[in-house]
Nanobody
Framework: QVQLVESGGGLVQAGGSLRLSCAAS????????MGWFRQAPGKEREFVAA????????SYADSVKGRFTISRDNAKNTVYLQMNSLKPDDTAVYYC????????????????WGQGTQVTVSS
């Protein structure tokens, strides 16, 4: 029913920037919070950022506050993650997920996921 496709990942040097995009199918995209999670090798998937259904609020993991910005364009069924001042510790596969109609930073509250896009930050 719902398809999410991430794009925009790649290889960058520390201090660089990337903008990830997540394109979603469905006419009810705007009814749900959206989130970005990431999973580094050997680690559990962790919360990165979330945004409310109308973009009115955002939430960020402490590790990315001040560096990452989540946004959405409901007319385009797309959520973005602007990543600045990237660090090697940001290296991970980044996943876009559909959240609840309220909000959540919990992985278990997200019911659809994209395939992920690799972000690699070199020293």
């Amino acid at each position: 029913q719902v398809q999410l496709v991430e794009s925009g990942g790649g290889l960058v040097q520390a201090g660089g920037s990337l903008r990830l995009s997540c394109a979603a199918s469905g006419r009810t995209f705007s009814n749900y919070a959206m989130g970005w999670f990431r999973q580094a090798p050997g680690k559990e998937r962790e919360f990165v950022a979330a945004i409310s259904r109308n973009g009115g609020w955002t939430s960020y993991a402490d590790s990315v506050k001040g560096r990452f910005t989540i946004s959405r364009d409901n007319a385009k069924n797309t959520v973005y993650l602007q990543m600045n001042s990237l660090k090697p510790d940001d290296t991970a596969v980044y996943y876009c997920g559909r959240g609840p109609t309220g909000w959540s930073i919990l992985h278990s509250d997200y019911d659809y996921w994209g395939q992920g896009t690799q972000v690699t930050v070199s020293s």
